[in-house]
Nanobody, 125 residues
Framework: QVQLVESGGGLVQPGGSLRLSCAVS????????IGWFRQAPGKEREGVSC????????HYADSVKGRFTISRDNAKNTVYLQMNGLKPEDTAVYYC??????????????????WGQGTQVTVSS
C-alpha cells in the first residue's frame, strides 16, 4: 500500500521559512517522480516543484523559483520542500504526489498516481 504523508506546515510571517516533508511508504522515492502541489481557496491546484526519478533533476514553477528548494533523502524515503522568503500568496494546502514514470517529473497533476492528504501553509502577519 502506497502512502505519502506531508508534515511541516503551519503559520509563518511574510519573509519566513518552512520545510515541508513528504514521508513515503510502499514505494521507493528515487524510483518515482515526486511533486509538490498547492491549492489555495477558490483556486485550481498548481504544481510547485518536482524531482525526477533516478537522476533527481528538479523543476520549479516560476512563482517559487529562487525561493523554494526540493530535495530527496533516499535513506529516509522522504522528499522535502524548503520554502524561504514566504509570501502571503504562498498560502495554500500543500500536497506531495508520486508519479510511477517520473522521468522526467512534471508539474502537471494529471501525471501523478498517488497523493498525500495535504498540509496547510499560512503566510500572514
Amino acid at each position: 500500500q502506497v502512502q505519502l504523508v506531508e508534515s511541516g506546515g503551519g503559520l509563518v510571517q511574510p519573509g519566513g521559512s518552512l520545510r515541508l516533508s513528504c514521508a513515503v511508504s510502499g514505494i521507493t522515492v528515487d524510483d518515482y517522480g515526486i511533486g509538490w502541489f498547492r491549492q489555495a481557496p477558490g483556486k485550481e491546484r498548481e504544481g510547485v516543484s518536482c524531482i525526477s526519478a533516478s537522476d533527481g533533476s528538479t523543476h520549479y514553477a516560476d512563482s517559487v523559483k529562487g525561493r523554494f528548494t526540493i530535495s530527496r533523502d533516499n535513506a529516509k524515503n522522504t522528499v522535502y520542500l524548503q520554502m524561504n522568503g514566504l509570501k502571503p500568496e504562498d498560502t495554500a494546502v500543500y500536497y506531495c504526489a508520486a508519479d510511477w514514470w517520473g522521468v522526467p517529473a512534471t508539474l502537471s497533476d494529471v501525471d501523478y498516481d498517488y497523493w498525500g492528504q495535504g498540509t496547510q501553509v499560512t503566510v500572514s502577519s
